[in-house]
């Protein structure tokens, strides 16, 4: 996946809250494509990392700038994604209508809206659950939910916020695996944060390290492990000790 065509391109990327620098003077681009995960150390600005690409006036740049396609980002325009480690589901719809969403606020019309959700549905196997409201879904199901609401707007970049920070280890490679079928039949770009090192080597194709704050970019890692890919194989464990040993700040 990915191809040598830059989806965004962030130039010296600097946000300050009062005094506080955050993010210092960060440049990096994003292939179309590309799956990138970011790491970095606890409270490094991980997650004001990935919000300033959502150009939410919390989070406006006190210096740089964040191109996409060459455009300065414009969410009227540019068809953005973002799935939080929070459960965003609605509790008063059902997984249909929650999956649906995105396509109503953006208009789509009724015949690809159902189609899609059709689709989404098949994809990430809730077919069977899909007149069922978040309450009677377990947290695997519910981040599903998410995934699908994201992928059916066929967004052109997603933005990952540590979505299966608060699950365990075997849902959480089941949800890996989903997430990685979805991207390779998609094309999606995809931004995934997270502080999990070895979700980093097994997601990526590219891996931003972070320093602690003042946060800048310490290493750019590419991951070029063949898939699928395997936890106890050498070459992946000496890719996830490299970027343990790249995050230790002490």
Partial sequence: MGTEEVKVKVSHMTKQFGDLVVLNDISFD????????????????????????????????????????????DLQKHNIAYIFQEYSSFPWATVEENIAYGLKVKNVSKEISKQRVEEMLDMVGLREYRNYYPDQL????????????????????????????????????????????????????????????????YLSQRILVLTNKPTSIKKEIVNDLPRPRDVTDIEFNKLRDEVTDLIKWW
């Avoid at 994003?30 to 004001?48: A, D, H, I, Q, R």
């Avoid at 989903?178 to 770009?189: D, P, R, Y």
């Fill in 30 to 73: 994003v292939k179309k494509g590309e799956f990138l995960c970011v790491v970095g150390p606890t409270g490094c600005g991980k997650t004001t990392f990935l919000n300033c690409l959502t150009k939410l006036k919390a989070y406006e740049l006190t210096g740089g700038e964040i191109l996409i396609n060459g455009e300065p980002v």
């Fill in 138 to 201: 377990s947290a695997s199901m519910l981040q599903r939910v998410s995934i699908a609401r994201a992928f059916a707007v066929q967004p052109e970049l997603l933005l990952m916020d540590e979505p299966y920070g608060q699950l365990d280890n075997e849902l959480r490679y089941k949800l890996e695996d989903e997430l990685i079928s979805l991207w390779q039949k998609t094309g999606t770009t995809i931004i995934f944060i997270t502080h999990n090192i070895e979700e980093a080597v």
